[in-house]
C-alpha cells in the first residue's frame, strides 16, 4: 500500500514538473538579465517589462483584441440569450435543431471555417474578408457552443419553462417575466460562459491570421511578428498575455464553486 | 386562436439575428467550401478533379499521413498518461485533487503561439536546455531538433496531456467505492474488480477521450504554424498556405482539403458522442 | 349557478388525444377534484384552464367570459405547481408581492401581510425559498396565488411532494383556507384518498375523459364501471359467470361485479348466519392476513377467485392464516357493471 502510495506521488510530481516547466522557464527567461550557462540566470531585471509597456504596438494590439473580444461576446450574449430562451420555452420542437447548430463548430476547425469563410466574402456583395467585422462573426461562430451550454444549462437548472409560466399567471407580461424571473437567475452562470469565452477568444490565432492577417494586428499576431525578435521581449509578452489568460480562468473557477455550492444566490 | 399565433410570429422575429450569424459564418461557408471543392482550378468547371489530384498526389497524401500520424500518436500517449494521472490523483486527499486540478486546468490554457515561443527559448536552437544539455555533455540531445517530427510532437502531447486528464477524471469519480466494497464482499480481488468493472466502465470516456484529442490534433494550427511555419508537411498549414499565404493560391484544391479535414473531425466528434451516451447510461 | 364552464374540450399531440371532448361544469366556491392515474390528462385540463396549453377545439368559460382565446395573465385565475415554481432571487414577502407589483396595486404591503398571516408565515418575511422546507415553500407558493383574489383557484398535485405527516396537515388547512374564502378550487391529484377528503365533487378521468363525476361519496359507493371500482376503493371484481356459480343464483345481471372489501364478514365454517335471505356465503380459506394500523384485511382464497376482507382491528375473534372460513356477501351491496 505504502509503495503504491509512492508511486503515485512521484508520477503526480514528474506530472507537474513536467507541465510546470515552459512556463516557469518563460517566466524567469522574462524576468533575466544575463543567462547563458547557468542553471538559473545570474541577473534579474525588469527591463524588458518596462520596454514592453512602452511599445505603442504592444497597446494597439491589445485595443484590437479588446475590440475583437467585447463586440463578439457582446453580441453573442445579445442575440444568444433570448434566442435560446425563446426555443426553451416556446418553441422547444427545435431544441435539437438549435443544439445541433450550437455544437457544430467543435467538429469544424478555424483552419476549415477560414477556407469557406475567405470564399464567401472576399468577392460577391458583401466583401468584408480582411477586415475585423469577418472576424466578428467568425468569433461568434467560435464562442457559439461555450455560450449555449452556459445559458442552457443555467436555464435547466432554473427550471425557467415553470418559473415563467407562474410569473405569467400573475400577471406578468413575456417580457416582464424574463426580466425579473429568469435573467437574475441565471446572470452568474453566463458570466462564467462569458468569461470562457473571452479567455479563448484571447488566445485565437488561427483565424486571426488568416482572415486579416497583419491588416489589423491582435496581440496574437503581434506574439507571431515578435517570435523571431528578442527572446527576453517576447517572454514578457507571453507572460502578460498569460497573467490575463490565468486571471480569467481563476474567476471562472471560483464562480463555478460557488454557483455548485450555492444554486441560486440567496443575496 | 388566432392571438396567440401572431404573439408566436414576434417571438420568430427575435430568433432571425441569430439565424443570419449561423447562416453567414457557419454554415453558409461550409457550403461555400463544399461547394467550391467541385470546382476546377479555374473556378468555372465543375468537377472532381481536386480529390483526385489529392488521392495521385503523393505531396498532399503524405501531409494528410503526417496529420494522421501526430494526431493518433499525440493522443494515445496523452490518454496513456492521463488514465495514470487522473488515478493518482484519486489516491491524494480532496484538497490537493483541488489543486492538482487547478494546475492541469492552468496549463490547458497555455497552448498555440505562446507555447511554442516558450518551447523555442527551452529546446530551440539556442534554447536553455539545448546550451545547458550540450555543455553537461549529454548526446542524447545532441541530435534534437525542436522544428522537426519529434519536436511538433513533443509540443502536441504537452497541450494534449491536460486536456486529456480533465476530461478523464471525472469518470473515475463515477466509480463508486460501493462496487469495489461489492466486488470484494463477493470475493474479488482489487485486480479483478479493475477488470471486470473498472475498465469496461472506464472504457467508453477513454475512447471519446482520444477522439476528442485526436480532432484537436487534427485541427491544431497555431501551434505548428509557430513551430515549423511551412517547413513541416502536414494537412491544416498546406489548406492555410494553399487559401491564405502569399504565393500559389489554389482555393479550390484547399476546399477539397478542408472537406477531408471537417469529415474526419466531425467523424471524431460524432464517435465520442455515441461514447459519452454510454458513459452517461452506464454512470446512472 | 355554473361558474366555471368547460365545454367539449379536445386536444392531441401526434394523433392521440389527450382531452377528448371534455364537458363539466362547477359551482362558485366549490372545491372540485380531477382524479385519475398520470398520463390520464388532468394536469392537461388544469393547463389549458390556465392558459398554459392551447386547446384545438372547444371553449373555456369563468363566470360568464369566454376566456379560451386569452393569455394566462389575462385569465384572472391563480395556480400553485407541484413543484412550488417560486421564484429563487426573491424572498417570501417579494414572492406574494410580485403578482401585485405586476399589477401595481397599492397598498400592497398590507394585502401582503394579511396573507401571510393567513397561510401562518410570519417572521419568514425574510427568508428566501431554499431556506425553507417543502411544506413553507408550498404556503407560499399558495399565498402568492391568494393575494391576487383570482376567480379560480388551480392546485396541481401540490401536496405530491411532502411526506405523509405535513401533507395530512396541509390538507386540513388548505380546506380551511379554501371555505374561509370560498374559492372556487380545482385540484389536480393521483391519490384517490386525498381526493375523498378534500373535495366537494370529484371527476374520475382515465385516457383524456372524465368517465364519473359526483360527490365523494357517491363516487365511492356506486362506481360506474370496472375503472373506477378498481382505482377508487380497492374493490373486488369477480367475474359474474363466476361470481353466480359461487353463490348459486341465477338473478344477477350484468359482466362484472363489484364488491367493497368492508362490507363483507366471515364467520367460521359451521356457524350459520343469522340473515340467510339478505346474504350470500361463499366457502373459502385464509390465505394471508395482514394489518394496516387500524384495518384487518384478509386475503380469502375460494373456490374460483380471491376476496379481499377489510375489518376495523378491535379486540375480538381473529381468524389464523389457514383457518376455513364462509365470506358472508350482503346482496345489496353487489354492484353490477
Known amino acids: ?267 | 386562436m388566432r392571438k396567440i399565433k401572431k404573439q408566436k410570429i414576434y417571438l420568430l422575429a427575435l430568433l432571425l439575428p441569430f439565424i443570419m450569424f449561423v447562416i453567414g459564418f457557419e454554415i453558409g461557408p461550409l457550403v461555400a467550401m463544399i461547394k467550391n471543392s467541385f470546382y476546377a482550378d479555374d473556378g468555372i468547371q465543375v468537377t472532381i478533379d481536386q480529390y483526385l489530384t489529392i488521392f495521385k498526389s503523393e505531396f498532399y497524401l503524405q501531409a494528410i499521413k503526417n496529420s494522421l500520424v501526430i494526431s493518433v500518436f499525440s493522443a494515445i500517449t496523452s490518454v496513456i498518461v492521463a488514465v495514470i494521472a487522473a488515478y493518482s490523483f484519486t489516491k491524494f486527499s480532496q484538497k490537493i485533487q483541488n489543486r492538482l486540478l487547478m494546475v492541469t486546468n492552468m496549463t490547458s490554457n497555455f497552448e498555440g503561439i505562446p507555447l511554442s515561443f516558450s518551447y523555442i527559448i527551452l529546446l530551440g536552437n539556442n534554447g536553455l536546455f539545448t546550451l545547458l544539455f550540450a555543455k553537461i555533455g549529454w548526446d542524447l540531445f545532441a541530435d534534437f531538433n525542436l522544428y522537426s517530427w519529434t519536436g511538433l510532437i513533443l509540443v502536441y502531447i504537452y497541450f494534449q496531456i491536460p486536456l486529456a486528464v480533465m476530461l478523464i477524471y471525472p469518470s473515475y469519480q463515477g466509480i463508486r467505492q460501493q462496487w469495489k466494497e461489492a466486488s470484494s464482499l463477493l470475493g474479488g480481488s482489487t485486480f479483478s474488480f479493475w477488470l471486470r468493472i473498472g475498465v469496461p466502465v472506464l472504457l467508453p470516456s477513454i475512447v471519446g477521450t482520444f477522439s476528442i484529442l485526436f480532432a484537436n490534433a487534427m485541427g491544431a494550427y497555431a501551434t505548428a504554424y509557430a513551430l515549423v511555419g511551412s517547413n513541416y508537411n502536414i494537412l491544416s498549414l498546406q489548406i492555410a498556405s494553399l487559401v491564405a499565404s502569399d504565393v500559389a493560391l489554389k482555393p479550390q484544391l484547399g476546399s477539397a482539403l478542408g472537406v477531408l479535414l471537417a469529415t474526419t473531425m466531425i467523424g471524431a466528434m460524432w464517435f465520442n458522442e455515441r461514447m459519452m451516451r454510454r458513459v452517461r447510461r452506464d454512470l446512472r | 349557478m355554473s361558474y366555471v364552464t368547460i365545454e367539449q374540450v379536445t386536444k392531441g399531440y401526434d394523433n392521440q388525444l389527450v382531452l377528448n371532448n371534455i364537458s363539466l361544469t362547477l359551482k362558485k366556491g366549490e372545491f372540485a377534484t380531477l382524479l385519475g392515474q398520470s398520463g390520464c390528462g388532468k394536469s392537461t385540463l388544469l393547463r389549458s384552464i390556465a392558459g398554459l396549453e392551447d386547446v384545438d377545439v372547444g371553449r373555456i368559460l369563468i363566470d360568464g367570459k369566454d376566456i379560451t382565446d386569452l393569455s394566462p395573465r389575462q385569465r384572472e385565475v391563480g395556480m400553485v405547481f407541484q413543484s412550488y415554481a417560486l421564484f429563487p432571487n426573491m424572498n417570501v414577502f417579494d414572492n406574494i408581492a410580485y403578482g401585485l407589483k405586476m399589477k401595481k396595486v397599492k397598498n400592497l404591503k398590507s394585502k401582503v401581510n394579511n396573507m401571510i398571516d393567513m397561510v401562518d408565515l410570519i417572521g419568514k418575511e425574510e427568508s428566501y425559498p431554499h431556506q425553507l422546507s417543502g411544506g413553507q415553500q408550498q404556503r407560499v407558493a399558495l399565498a402568492r396565488a391568494l393575494v391576487m383574489e383570482p376567480k379560480v383557484l388551480l392546485l396541481d398535485e401540490p401536496l405530491s411532494a411532502l411526506d405523509a405527516k405535513i401533507r395530512k396537515s396541509l390538507q386540513k388547512e388548505l380546506k380551511r383556507i379554501q371555505k374561509e374564502l370560498d374559492i372556487t378550487t380545482i385540484f389536480v391529484t393521483h391519490d384517490q384518498e386525498e381526493a375523498m377528503t378534500m373535495s366537494d365533487r370529484i371527476f374520475v378521468m382515465n385516457k383524456g375523459q372524465v368517465v364519473q363525476s359526483g360527490s365523494p361519496s357517491e363516487i365511492y359507493t356506486s362506481p360506474v364501471n370496472t375503472f373506477v371500482a378498481k382505482f377508487i376503493g380497492n374493490y373486488n371484481v369477480c367475474n359474474m359467470e363466476v361470481f353466480r356459480k359461487l353463490v348459486r343464483t341465477t338473478e344477477l345481471k350484468g359482466n362484472e361485479v363489484a364488491i367493497r372489501p368492508e362490507v363483507l364478514q366471515l364467520v367460521s365454517v359451521g356457524e350459520d348466519s343469522l340473515d340467510l335471505q339478505g346474504n350470500w356465503e361463499i366457502k373459502g380459506f385464509v390465505k394471508d392476513v395482514s394489518m394496516a394500523g387500524n384495518v384487518l384485511r384478509y386475503e380469502v382464497e375460494t373456490e374460483e377467485c380471491a376476496f379481499h376482507v377489510d375489518y376495523l382491528h378491535h379486540r375480538g375473534e381473529m381468524f389464523e392464516q389457514g383457518a376455513r372460513v364462509q365470506i358472508l356477501v350482503p346482496k345489496k351491496e353487489c354492484i353490477m357493471l
Open chain 1, 1 to 267: 500500500m505504502k509503495s503504491s502510495l509512492t508511486f503515485h506521488k512521484l508520477f503526480v510530481g514528474l506530472l507537474v514538473i513536467y507541465l510546470l516547466i515552459p512556463l516557469v522557464g518563460t517566466l524567469l527567461f522574462s524576468i533575466a538579465g544575463k543567462w547563458d550557462h547557468t542553471i538559473l540566470p545570474e541577473s534579474y531585471t525588469l527591463k524588458w517589462y518596462i520596454e514592453l509597456f512602452q511599445d505603442e504596438r504592444f497597446y494597439d494590439a491589445f485595443r484590437r483584441t479588446l475590440f475583437l473580444i467585447v463586440i463578439s461576446v457582446g453580441l453573442s450574449v445579445v442575440i444568444m440569450l433570448p434566442t435560446i430562451f425563446i426555443i426553451t420555452v416556446y418553441f422547444s420542437k427545435w431544441e435539437g435543431l438549435l443544439q445541433a447548430a450550437a455544437m457544430l463548430p467543435y467538429g469544424v476547425p478555424p483552419i476549415v471555417g477560414a477556407v469557406g469563410l475567405i470564399k464567401l466574402y472576399s468577392a460577391g456583395p458583401i466583401q468584408i474578408a480582411g477586415t475585423p467585422w469577418i472576424l466578428i462573426g467568425a468569433y461568434f461562430i467560435t464562442i457559439l457552443p461555450f455560450m449555449y451550454q452556459g445559458i442552457r444549462n443555467s436555464l435547466r437548472t432554473l427550471n425557467a419553462v415553470q418559473l415563467v409560466d407562474a410569473a405569467e399567471l400573475l400577471g406578468a407580461t413575456k417580457f416582464q417575466a424574463f426580466r425579473t424571473v429568469v435573467f437574475p437567475n441565471i446572470i452568474s452562470g453566463i458570466l462564467v460562459s462569458t468569461l470562457l469565452s473571452v479567455s479563448l477568444l484571447f488566445s485565437e490565432f488561427a483565424f486571426a491570421n488568416l482572415l486579416v492577417g497583419g491588416r489589423f494586428e491582435t496581440l496574437q499576431i503581434y506574439l507571431s511578428d515578435k517570435l523571431n525578435s528578442s527572446g527576453h521581449l517576447t517572454s514578457a509578452i507571453v507572460i502578460t498575455y498569460y497573467s490575463m489568460i490565468l486571471l480569467l480562468t481563476g474567476t471562472v473557477l471560483k464562480l463555478t464553486f460557488r454557483n455548485k455550492r450555492n444554486p441560486v444566490g440567496s443575496k
